[in-house]
């Protein structure tokens, strides 16, 4: 009996332990994303969704002024970028995952996880250099292939794991039907591990939308919208990170409130990303 | 599935190539009808300046010409400019002669540097109690940034303020610890009031101070200056003013003490220039100039074409029509943003330097120039 007491108390301590320990990580996350409300939410108004940046002296004299052409650009940034990761990134870790005897593979490995680990700021630089250079501009396509290049290796990552989980025997179930082999991966292995597959998806996303490095000198930013759409593709592109950024150390303290804004908007948009990816695989396992 | 995957594929691939056809910009589409963008980008300091008059260039031209420019620092600026990613740069210093040789060995034509605003730095500091205009002359601010001024009550600081009655309270330096044109401006100033400063700090865009606590950007030191009694800094005087803080008077060259103004600054500036406008005048000779101000510079290509931002004869015609405007009638919104305007003397420069503009050759900044009505201009 005694011992059974023991061990109750022990349990209760060791959830104890547990709770405290979920409660700290959880804690910086919830100071964080409440101090950005309670600093943001007050410039959070119809013309923040609707004017454009200009000068700052728009602001101070209470003119006008908002970050419409940064939310527009984020988007579609961000997505340009995941469109260019997204095959790359799946068919590397496609290539690690299902043919484990290639000669390239333990190189590729070895370059994925360099790539990952890589200083985003230097991303952004080949970036310049790749597309900006030869274009004779920045870009919102610079900063796509920039914050792709942030997404590859995360997506490449976390396909291989997601695709390893899948037991061989499907495979060979695949294989004994007598399906090519890259078919057998697409059609039967996949499925099984889109679960997986959509949440590195995610979390490179996420994690590519939040970078601000990247984007300083591939879509380097603007004041207003372009005036064709194309121009969020071909011009230079304001985007919420960069333009966070250059907020935050402006000298005006009203720009500092929109920053906060910015902030918000950023947190939601990703939020609203997981919220949708969440869905959407959830439905398709249903069917 | 699978299906869905490669229509996705392809789908990507497909959008992406198309896009990419799109981008070819056809180079001789009438400017009459078609909206232009300009892009430029560099010193922190005129940005307020620049951006408003793009605004406002933006309005005039009814939407047809948008200027995007991004304040990302002086050497931010004219590097961008020398890689040819933007197609003017902006900065509070001028390009060295080493540059102006490269750009001149690459385009076959110069690289102009356009004055269109000034940069002025005042003292300012936070004394309690003293709302007075303090005066200090080039060398009592070498003293007290070398460290060796150290109390307010100083007899150096008395003798040049007989009716304050300055406290003991004890003097705390305060300087960017960022590069910036504003540090570059003001030691360099104190550089020409002082042999020895020149010799152990020298001026640049940040230097090693001898003394004080550092505050980054402008804001930075601002808020050191405005929460510590008995500190000192500088700041451009727009920033000053906007922000409220005491800042101080400086005795010019020729002896005379100058309030910081718009006017004192622009009269700074009113000397023989040099024809490519590359001079720093801190420390001018002008009789009622304020000894602390530099230009800020448009770094434009005399060869426009060579530009790899620019891509067509219209976009560079825009963008001379914009130098234009913010060196003409964009003046006039200098003062109420806190920016003193540039002086006649470098206005007749910079026409001369817009004059040689090219495009392949063609003279499109006389074009631009011979439709200006100068005679309506606003003086």
Redesign the interface.
């Known amino acids: 009996m005694k011992s059974m007491r023991r061990r109750e108390i022990h349990n209760k301590m060791m959830e104890g332990v547990l709770v405290v320990a979920t409660v700290l990580v959880l804690l910086p996350l919830l100071i964080i994303v409440g101090h950005v409300l309670v600093e943001g939410v007050g410039a959070l108004n119809s013309d923040f969704f609707t004017q454009e940046l200009g000068s700052p002296s728009r602001a101070l004299l209470d003119r006008p002024t908002g970050l419409v052409h940064t939310i527009i650009g984020t988007v579609v940034v961000d997505l340009l970028a995941l469109a260019i990761a997204v095959p790359i990134g799946i068919g590397a870790g496609m290539m690690l995952s299902e043919y484990p005897e290639h000669l390239l593979n333990p190189t590729l490995r070895i370059m994925n996880d360099t790539l990952n680990g890589m200083p985003a700021i230097l991303k952004g630089l080949f970036a310049f250099v790749l597309i900006v250079k030869p274009m004779g501009t920045f870009s919102g396509l610079a900063g796509a292939v920039a914050l792709s290049f942030v997404m590859i290796p995360i997506i490449a990552r976390a396909t291989e794991s997601a695709l390893m989980a899948i037991p061989w025997t499907i495979r060979e179930a695949g294989l004994a039907l007598g399906i090519p082999r890259w078919r057998v991966v697409i059609s039967t292995v996949m499925p099984a591990a889109k679960i997986g597959m959509v949440t590195g998806l995610l979390l490179a996303f996420a994690r590519a939308a939040g970078e601000a490095a990247p984007l300083l000198f591939t879509s380097f930013g603007n004041n207003y919208l372009p005036d064709h759409w194309l121009g969020f593709i071909f011009n230079p592109v304001d985007t919420l990170p960069q333009r966070l950024y250059s907020l935050a150390i402006s000298p005006y303290s009203e720009w500092h409130s929109m920053g906060w804004a910015a902030a918000i908007v950023l947190l939601a948009f990703v939020v609203l990303i997981f919220i949708i990816a969440r869905v959407a695989t959830r439905d398709r396992m249903k069917l | 599935?699978?299906r869905n995957?490669l229509y996705i594929?392809i789908f990507?691939?497909l959008?992406?190539s198309l896009?990419t056809s799109?981008?070819e910009i056809d180079p001789d589409r009438t400017p009459a009808d078609q909206?232009?963008?300009i892009?430029g980008?560099g010193a922190t300091f005129p940005?307020?300046l620049i951006?408003?008059m793009?605004?406002d260039y933006?309005d005039l031209t009814k939407?047809r010409v948008?200027v995007?420019?991004?304040?990302?620092g002086s050497g931010g600026g004219i590097r961008q400019f020398i890689?040819?990613?933007v197609m003017f740069g902006m900065s509070e210093a001028f390009l060295s002669d080493q540059v102006m040789e490269d750009i001149e060995r690459q385009t076959g034509g110069k690289a102009f540097n356009i004055p269109v605003t000034l940069a002025d730095v005042v003292p300012t500091y936070n004394l309690p109690g003293i709302r007075q205009n303090l005066v200090f002359s080039g060398e009592l601010l070498v003293e007290i940034f070398m460290g060796r001024v150290t109390r307010w009550n100083d007899p150096k600081i008395a003798e040049l303020n007989p009716d304050v009655r300055l406290p003991d309270t004890a003097i705390t330096v305060v300087h960017r610890s960022d590069g910036s044109g504003t540090t570059n401006i003001w030691t360099s100033y104190l550089s020409r009031v002082s042999d020895e400063w020149r010799g152990r700090v020298g001026f640049a865009t940040s230097v090693n101070w001898p003394t004080g606590i550092g505050g980054n950007?402008?804001?930075g030191v601002?808020g050191a200056v405005i929460n510590t009694p008995g500190a000192i800094g500088y700041n451009s005087l727009s920033?000053a003013v906007l922000n409220n803080m005491s800042y101080g008077s400086v005795i010019n060259q020729a002896g005379n003490i100058i309030k910081p103004s718009f006017e004192a600054t622009t009269e700074a500036a009113n000397i023989e220039l040099p024809d490519d406008t590359r001079i720093l005048f801190t420390n001018t000779p002008a009789e009622h100039g304020y000894p602390i101000a530099g230009f800020a510079w448009m770094l434009v290509y005399e060869n426009l074409d060579h530009n790899?931002?620019i891509?067509s004869r219209s976009e560079a015609k825009e963008l001379i029509r914009f130098l234009v405007w913010c060196i003409t009638e964009g003046q006039v919104l200098s003062h109420p943003?806190g920016f003193a305007r540039i002086p006649d003397t470098a206005l007749e420069k910079n026409l001369v330097m817009i004059r040689q503009l090219k495009w392949e050759g063609e003279l499109i900044g006389e074009e631009v120039l011979d439709e200006v009505d100068f005679e309506k201009l606003p003086s």
């Open positions: 599935m699978v995957f594929l990507t691939c959008s992406i896009l799109c981008g909206r232009v963008g892009l980008a940005a307020p951006t408003a793009a605004d933006r939407r948008t995007n420019y991004q304040s990302i890689e040819q990613t950007g402008n804001e601002a920033y790899n931002a891509s943003l």
